[in-house]
């Protein structure tokens, strides 16, 4: 090996020399110490039965780990821990999604699309009737709609609590019908809630909700007390024609074939914008992407919302929540909601 060749080899080492020791060391820390808690944090989330089994396994895997990795002295301890480790690992690759469970009644039943030339229909469509949160007619309904009519895309942020992290979801509005709104959520059974740290963890099947705003727009506002935000997207018609066809896609593939919700990979707003990707979307990766509670910001950075004024005030005009709670009884409720946000002209 010539001196040029081995040069290379040279540089790596010598750029290594330079790191600190005590950035290495935390580096080597903080990665052994999430190997440890995502190990354990996969046994508490498995289907494994009875609550104690996981919290008891998890706890004295943790434990376990600490011991062997931080204080015992003992090299072969490591190797029985990563051992274990791949344990859970095998046993974690085994879990799979299903569409039999016990599912809560507002995520029952799954949409399916067919699609003929220009006319869609859908069946599965939610349209619930609420008197309060627990108190309610559930009713799916069919929808059908035209391509040929979708004239515009609006989008939706929901916060359940103050931050910069909300559920995103989407209307297509047509020019003949009422809009068709679609949110991808997680798919909880009936004793489940949303945990974020659980959606890491195989917890969640996913499912995208087609629905009339009403329901979809109304739960959030008059019974779960989110505060609701509504804007018009600056997209051409044919590529919001585009997005609805690649959600129905999704629709049908997650019908035939569930899957997994994941919060950093297979969620709201990360699906949204890799939609719109793939229908011409231009931009990069940006951090608001995941706290999506700023992406409304982001979309106006991005000149994809109405600029006519201010960030704060076109976000102050936005909020739906209000005049969600006059339209109850409105027959044009979607109409009604949007009188007062700037850039609608339904």
């Known amino acids: 090996m010539t001196a040029t060749e081995s040069r290379p080899d040279a540089v790596r080492a010598g750029w290594l020399r330079k790191i600190p020791g005590w950035l290495l060391k935390g580096l080597k820390f903080l990665l052994m110490a999430l190997v440890v808690a995502w190990a354990s944090l996969a046994i508490y989330f498995s289907p494994l039965p009875w609550p104690g089994l996981r919290i008891g396994l998890a706890v004295a895997l943790a434990a376990f780990g600490i011991w062997a990795l931080w204080i015992t002295r003992r090299r072969r301890m490591r190797w029985v821990f990563a051992g274990l480790y791949l344990a859970v690992l095998v046993g974690w690759s085994f879990i799979q999604p299903s569409h039999d469970r016990d599912w809560r009644q507002d995520v029952a039943v799954m949409p399916r699309a067919t699609i003929e030339g220009d006319r869609v229909r859908i069946t599965g469509v939610r349209n619930f009737e609420y008197r309060s949160r627990d108190d ?16 515009s895309l609006d989008f939706f942020i929901s916060y359940w609590m ?3 992290v909300g559920h995103t979801f989407v209307s297509f509005i047509f020019d003949n019908a009422p809009p068709l709104n679609i949110s991808i959520e997680t798919r909880p059974e009936l004793h489940e809630g949303f945990d974020p740290l659980a959606s890491l963890f195989k917890k969640y099947e996913l499912i995208y909700v087609v629905g009339e705003e009403r329901d979809l727009v109304g739960v959030r506002t008059n019974f779960r ?5 509504l804007y018009r997207l600056r ?5 919001a024609r585009q997005l609805l066809r690649v959600y ?7 019908a035939d074939q569930p899957e997994f919700y994941h919060l950093l990979s297979n969620s709201c707003t990360i699906n949204i914008v890799r939609y719109a990707n793939l229908v011409g979307r231009k931009g990069d990766f940006d951090f608001r992407h995941y706290l999506n509670g700023w992406v409304d910001r982001y979309f106006y950075d991005t000149r994809l919302l109405n600029s006519q004024f201010p960030f704060a005030e076109l976000r102050q005009r936005s909020r739906v929540n209000p005049a969600v709670k006059a339209s109850e009884e409105i027959e044009e409720f979607a109409q009604h909601i949007r009188e007062s946000v700037p850039g609608m002209n339904l």
């Open 136 to 151: 309610v007619t559930a009713r799916y309904e069919e929808r059908e709609v035209s391509l040929s009519h979708l004239t």
């Open 248 to 254: 129905l896609e999704r629709i049908n593939q997650l």
């Open 162 to 164: 103050p931050g910069p």
């Open 235 to 239: 997209v051409p018609a044919e590529n």
């Open 225 to 229: 007390n989110e505060d609701v935000y």
